[in-house]
């Protein structure tokens, strides 16, 4: 069974850190491109950082380059997103995404909740 399980959400105070954390068992890791993706009620899902498999390149939304890093340990099966200098406007349902491109698949968490407030 593929899983995807994310961690390290919370109550933060405007300017502090967390992070997040997404245990994949069920499919080669190694293999899979990984991201987070985040959603606010009543606005669409959007991309907020990405990883190639070997964690050789990243991608940042533009709203958070510059706050937050993506990363992972392919010896663990796990993929991290550090987030500093955190902002109201990050409040959001987090979730973990794996793509093996050459196999078109594209597996999901269940998302975490993160929540930015004084």
């Known amino acids: 069974q593929v899983q995807l399980v994310e961690s390290g959400g919370g109550l933060v105070q405007p300017g502090g850190s967390l992070r997040l954390s997404c245990a994949a068992s069920?499919?080669?890791?190694?293999?899979?491109?990984m991201s987070w993706h985040r959603q606010a009620p009543g606005k669409e899902r959007e991309l907020v950082a990405a990883?190639?498999?070997?964690?050789?390149?990243?991608n940042y939304a533009d709203s958070v380059k510059g706050r937050f890093t993506i990363s992972r340990d392919n010896a663990k099966n796990t993929v991290y997103l550090q987030m500093n200098s955190l902002k109201p406007e990050d409040t959001a349902v987090y979730y973990c995404?794996?793509?093996?491109?050459?196999?078109?698949?594209?597996?999901w968490g269940q998302g975490t909740q993160v929540t930015v407030s004084s």
């Open positions: 069920g499919f080669p890791f190694s293999n899979y491109a």
């Open positions: 990883i190639t498999s070997t964690g050789g390149s990243t």
């Open positions: 995404n794996a793509v093996r491109r050459v196999l078109r698949n594209d597996y």
